[in-house]
């Protein structure tokens, strides 16, 4: 079964055995707006907890996502260099970013669960 959990940053992370699957929140992307370009980095790159893996541009602003868990990318969304609207249509099913292949599972284990992360957007709101 996959799980999901979330960062302080409004990013998602589900896991699937050692895969895991990262996406923006419905919330960061309503709070981005329209969003007209993504950067995608290549398979094979790897990432370490915290450090900036995907840039996401909007009307409003740029944001740069970063690596949930330490990892090597797996897989990419590359529908999204030609259609990054799917983001904002649907953020956990079409709209994915990358697939990491995860280091440490510790790493995953640390992330907020939904009602953490719940109280997290009341504070912000």
Same mark, same amino acid.
């Given at each position: 079964?996959?799980? $999901? +959990?979330?960062?302080?940053d409004?990013?998602? #992370?589900? *896991? =699937? %055995?050692?895969? &895991?699957?990262?996406?923006?929140?419905? /919330? #960061?992307?309503? =709070?981005?707006?329209?969003?007209? /370009?993504?950067?995608?980095?290549?398979?094979?790159? *790897?990432?370490?907890e915290?450090?900036?893996?995907?840039?996401?541009?909007? &009307? +409003?602003?740029?944001?740069? $996502? *970063? #690596?949930?868990?330490?990892? =090597?990318? &797996?897989?990419?969304?590359e529908?999204?260099? #030609?259609?990054?609207? +799917? $983001?904002?249509?649907?953020? /956990?099913?079409e709209?994915? @970013?990358?697939? @990491?292949?995860?280091? %440490? %599972?510790?790493? /995953?284990?640390? @992330?907020?669960?939904?009602?953490?992360?719940?109280? @997290? *957007?009341?504070? =912000?709101?």
């Amino acid at each position: 079964m996959a799980e $999901i +959990k979330y960062t302080e940053d409004h990013d998602w #992370a589900k *896991k =699937e %055995d050692h895969t &895991v699957i990262v996406g923006i929140t419905d /919330f #960061a992307q309503n =709070e981005l707006g329209d969003i007209v /370009f993504v950067e995608l980095p290549g398979s094979g790159d *790897k990432f370490s907890e915290g450090e900036e893996m995907v840039v996401v541009e909007s &009307v +409003k602003s740029v944001s740069n $996502i *970063k #690596a949930p868990v330490s990892g =090597e990318v &797996v897989e990419v969304n590359e529908v999204l260099e #030609a259609e990054p609207e +799917k $983001i904002n249509k649907s953020p /956990f099913e079409e709209g994915w @970013l990358v697939k @990491l292949d995860i280091e %440490d %599972d510790s790493e /995953f284990e640390e @992330l907020l669960d939904e009602s953490d992360y719940e109280e @997290l *957007k009341e504070e =912000e709101a």
